[in-house]
C-alpha cells in the first residue's frame, strides 16, 4: 500500500506552545545529519540557536523551516524568516527560485530538501537530543479509543511506580504540568520540546496518541517507539484523506516509518489483521472474535461496568471495570498487553482496571439527581456513534435519546451514515449543530437528515444548546440521554470563531434548573 502524503492542513499552534526549554546552541551540520540534501548555499558550520517552522516565532541565529501547505506554504515566508534573524533555511524551494531573494550574505546557509516535513521531525529530534530514546514512549493510533486508552494507560504506569506522561487530545501532561492541546498530535518541533522536557523531569513512560494527519505529516517520522499500539479503523477524516485505502495506509505508518519494538494489533478489525499479516515478527494480537494473543471471554455488559474473563499468554484473570461497552473490551485488552509487555502482573492489571479514573467527555455521566441518565461522549463517526448507542441500548430500561450533530467544513461523506445508525439504533434523535465552521449549520443538517426517512422518530433543532435541553426534557424515568460529537470539547467553532460552549455544562445547568 503506497501512502500519498498530503500537503492540506499545514497547521500552526493558535498560541506560542506554553513549555519552554533552553538548549544549547547546535552546530547545522549536526541537526542535519540523516536529511537529504538536494542543494546547499553557504556555510554549514554554524551555530543554531533556535528552530522554527512558522516565521512569527524566527529569533536571532535561528533556523526557519519553510513547510508546504495548502493554506500556508513556508517558502512564501523566508524573507520574513530572514528579516527576523535567521541564520539558515531548510526548504523544498529549488536555489534558483529563491534568486529573486538576493541571499548572498557569506552568514546566511540555505538547503534545499527533497521533504521538508520529514527535515523539520530529523532537525527537531536532534536539536532536542532524541528525547523519544530516553524513555518508553508508546505510540496509540486508530479511529477510535486512543483518548481513552491513554488514560488507562496512564493509570497502569502509576500503578507500577512509574512516571508517566501523555500527549493527546485533551492535553500534554506529566508531573504537576497540564496544557491543552490544540491538536491531537503536536508538530514534530513541539513534540520533541514535549519529550524534552518529560526527560529532563524524570519521566520514564509517555503516551502518545498518533492521529493520521500527524502521520501523513511527518510529525513522529523516524521516532523510537518501545510500544506501537492499533485499536480499529473506520471512515473518518476523509476530507483530509482521498479515500479509505490512504486513510488506512496514513495508520499503517506508525509501523512502517518509525522504529517500534513491539506493535499491539487489534486482530478483529479488518485493517488490524493486515498490518498483522504485513509486519509478522513479534506483533502481539488482541481479539474478542478472533484467537488472538489477548483476548476475553465471559462478557457481561452492565450500567455500571463489565466483566470479562482476560486470556493472555501469561494465564487468566477476572476483569471488573467501571468501563462501559464492549468497545472498551478492546482497549483493555491492549492495555493489558501493554502491561505484560512491560512486567507487570496480572494481579496489577486487575486491580487498576477495577477503579479506571473517569475519562473526561467518554461516555462521561452528568447527575443532578434525576430519574434518568445523561452522558457525554465524544463519538463523532458513525462507527463511534452506532458503538455508543449500542453501549446505551444494553443497559437502558427505557428509551435511548441521542443529540448529535457534524462537524463543518470537514468529511461531507460521513453525514448521512451518522443520520442512518441514529436512526436504526436510537428510540428518538435530536440532530443538531456541532463545529458548524465556516458551513451554513442548516447545510449540514439538512445533509444529515438525507440518511433519515421523513417517518423516523426526529427533530432538528439548529441551535445545540436549546436541542440539548429538548432531549433532556423528552426524557422520563430510566430513559438515558446521549450527547455525542463533542465530548470534553470547551468549545464551539461559529464561523471562524471559537466561542465558549461545553455540552456537560450545558446538561448540568438544565438539569439544575429541572430540579429546582
Not at 227 to 244: A, C, E, K, P, W
Amino acid at each position: 500500500m503506497k501512502q500519498t502524503a498530503s500537503t492540506k492542513w499545514f497547521l500552526f499552534s493558535e498560541s506560542d506552545f506554553s513549555i519552554e526549554k533552553n538548549m544549547s546552541k547546535k552546530n547545522i551540520k549536526n541537526l542535519i545529519a540523516g536529511i537529504e540534501i538536494t542543494e546547499s548555499l553557504g556555510n554549514r558550520d554554524l551555530a543554531i540557536e533556535n528552530i522554527a517552522f512558522d516565521s512569527r516565532k524566527v529569533r536571532q541565529d535561528g533556523l526557519f523551516i519553510a513547510t508546504p501547505g495548502e493554506s500556508h506554504d513556508g517558502g512564501a515566508f523566508i524573507k520574513e524568516a530572514l528579516d527576523k534573524g535567521a541564520i539558515a533555511i531548510i526548504t523544498e524551494t529549488s536555489l534558483e527560485s529563491l534568486s529573486l531573494l538576493h541571499i548572498d550574505n557569506e552568514n546566511i546557509t540555505v538547503l534545499s530538501v527533497a521533504d521538508s516535513r520529514k527535515s523539520l521531525a530529523v532537525v527537531s529530534a536532534n536539536f532536542y537530543e532524541n528525547p523519544s530514546t530516553h524513555l518508553n514512549l508508546t505510540g496509540i493510533t486508530g479511529t477510535n479509543g486512543k483518548t481513552t486508552l491513554t488514560y488507562i494507560l496512564e493509570a497502569l504506569a502509576k500503578a507500577d511506580g512509574r512516571d508517566a506522561g501523555v500527549i493527546g487530545t485533551i492535553d500534554c501532561r506529566f508531573g504537576k504540568t497540564k496544557i491543552p492541546s490544540a491538536m491531537t498530535t503536536p508538530e514534530s518541533l513541539d513534540l520533541n520540546l514535549n519529550l524534552r522536557q518529560m526527560v529532563d523531569a524524570g519521566v520514564t513512560d509517555c503516551f502518545l496518541e498518533v492521529s493520521s494527519h500527524a502521520l501523513s505529516q511527518k510529525r513522529v517520522c523516524d521516532m523510537n517507539f518501545d510500544v506501537g499500539i492499533f485499536t480499529n479503523l473506520s471512515r473518518d477524516h476523509l476530507d483530509f484523506h482521498s479515500n479509505m485505502e490512504e486513510y488506512k495506509s496514513a495508520k499503517a505508518e506508525l509501523f512502517r516509518g518509525n522504529k517500534v519494538k513491539t506493535p499491539i494489533l487489534n486482530i478483529d478489525d479488518t485493517a488490524g489483521k493486515e498490518f498483522a499479516a504485513e509486519l509478522k515478527g513479534n506483533v502481539v494480537s488482541t481479539g474478542i472474535k478472533n484467537s488472538a494473543d489477548y483476548s476475553a471471554e465471559n462478557i457481561s455488559l452492565t450500567a455500571v461496568g463489565s466483566r470479562f474473563t482476560l486470556k493472555t499468554p501469561n494465564g487468566s484473570t477476572k476483569i471488573r471495570t467501571n468501563l462501559l461497552g464492549e468497545h472498551n473490551i478492546y482497549n483493555l485488552l491492549s492495555a493489558s498487553a501493554y502491561a505484560l509487555i512491560q512486567g507487570m502482573s496480572l494481579d496489577m492489571i486487575q486491580s487498576t482496571f477495577r477503579n479506571i479514573p473517569s475519562i473526561p467527555g467518554r461516555f462521561e455521566s452528568i447527575r443532578k439527581g434525576q430519574n434518568f441518565s445523561v452522558v457525554v461522549d465524544y463519538a463523532h463517526t458513525e462507527d463511534a456513534l452506532s458503538k455508543a448507542i449500542t453501549t446505551a441500548k444494553a443497559f437502558t430500561k427505557g428509551k435511548v435519546i441521542v443529540v448529535f450533530g457534524c462537524g463543518g467544513d470537514r468529511d461531507k461523506g460521513k453525514r448521512e451514515g451518522m443520520g442512518r445508525v441514529a436512526i436504526e439504533k436510537a428510540d428518538f434523535s435530536v440532530i443538531t449543530s456541532d463545529n458548524p465552521r465556516t458551513e451554513d449549520p442548516e447545510k449540514i443538517v439538512s445533509d444529515i437528515l438525507k440518511g433519515i426517512p421523513a417517518s423516523a422518530s426526529h427533530t432538528a433543532i439548529i441551535n445545540r444548546q436549546e436541542a440539548i435541553e429538548h432531549a433532556i426534557s423528552r426524557a422520563e424515568k430510566n430513559d438515558l440521554v446521549l450527547i455525542a460529537g463533542k465530548g470534553h470539547e470547551d468549545y464551539q467553532i461559529l464561523g471562524t470563531q471559537k466561542k465558549h460552549f461545553d455540552d456537560r455544562e450545558v446538561a448540568r445547568d438544565f438539569l439544575e434548573k429541572q430540579t429546582h
